[in-house]
């Protein structure tokens, strides 16, 4: 069985003070939502367990926004970090049943359901496997506010989600680790294990909705799906 961790536990102070980013509407329909239903589409994912804060499950239970998500087995409180979090999620999990795991951030409405097809299949047949996307700026090393060179940009590339991983894989990366702020992916606990992590090529519109003007373009991208 392959399970889909989303992760939406965050505040989102950087968006707005008002409400966490994950429930404002894109285009009549709460954020989370759209993330959730491409998961809901996707053969490859059997269950989802959603990780939200306290806040968040009250709001979203009382609200009943997951009522046309079938896939959702349980809803989880989120940590005091975004990989304390993730542990949650996959304490949650029933290691008898789990195959894939993959880790997703509930602000990234815009992945496609074939990208996270490719993701699970590859994780499923290498043991890990992380979307990615090209780096298309020149990036530059920097030594005391002086540029001391290139870095090649051909070797680089950007941490999407999902991340997905057989859940032995998984489960050994969070034993005893520390899962402070530093810990920013899953890839990160992995690579400690010394486990190879495949690359695969995902779009550059998976765009985590950091900031409020990132809506627009989500709006636009949904749009063009539609």
Known sequence: ???AIIVAAGTGSRFSPDQPKQFTHILG???LIHTLERFEACPAVDEIVLVLSDDG???FQISNLGSKISKIRSIVTGGATRAESVKNGLDAIDAATAN???VHDGARPLVSVDEITRTIKKADETGAACLV??????IKEIADGIIVGTVDRNKLRRALTPQAFRYDILKRAFENADLGDNVTDECYLVEKLGVGIAAVEGSSRNIKITRAEDIRFAEMFIKEDV
């Open 1 to 3: 069985m392959n399970i």
């Open 29 to 31: 329909k709460p954020l």
């Open 57 to 59: 499950r009250e709001q």
């Open 100 to 102: 894939v795991v993959a």
């Open 133 to 138: 996307a090209e780096v298309t700026d020149t």
